[in-house]
């Protein structure tokens, strides 16, 4: 596995915790008051970013009625940005619709995630499915 394959944010948390026992380590021998700053920042922001990984680790579900579907030519779309699914620049996205038993399972609709990690779902009429992205 290639550093590229890392996001920022495992990056950012990896370093964290490295900085983090590092000054631990620092501080065990040499006992200096910057070390110990550090080691404590180091804690805190790998608990923030741990706590962040967590949130977006669990998937974002949107239900769509017939009627939320915007008309774009012949064609129905619907849009989720960034910012609403919060689940990055590149997350897994996936139609599903309501089953017979009260599951749901994957439908016909293909959703595109643009480079800026905007959700697009297109479709020749509009139906009620479910909306499933993943980090």
């Given at each position: 596995m290639a550093l590229s394959d890392f996001e920022s944010e495992d990056v950012a948390l990896l370093?964290?915790?490295?900085?983090?026992?590092i000054a631990?380590?620092?501080?065990?021998f040499y006992g200096s008051p910057l070390f110990k700053a550090l080691k404590i920042l180091g804690l805190f922001i790998s608990l923030g970013l741990?706590?962040?990984?967590?949130?977006?680790?669990k998937p974002y579900f949107k239900d769509m009625t017939e009627s939320a579907w915007k008309a774009v030519g012949q064609q129905y779309?619907?849009?989720?940005?960034?910012?609403e699914h919060g689940r990055g620049k590149?997350?897994?996205a996936r139609c599903l619709v309501s089953g017979q038993?009260?599951?749901?399972?994957?439908?016909?609709?293909?959703?595109?995630?643009?480079?800026?990690?905007?959700?697009?779902v297109q479709v020749n009429s509009p139906?009620?499915?479910?909306?499933?992205?993943?980090k």
């Open positions: 370093a964290s915790v490295a900085i983090a026992t631990a380590l620092i501080d065990t741990a706590y962040h990984r967590i949130k977006t680790s779309e619907i849009r989720i940005p960034k910012s590149s997350p897994h038993t009260g599951g749901f399972s994957e439908c016909w609709a293909d959703p595109e995630v643009g480079r800026d990690g905007e959700v697009v139906a009620a499915l479910r909306i499933e992205i993943r």
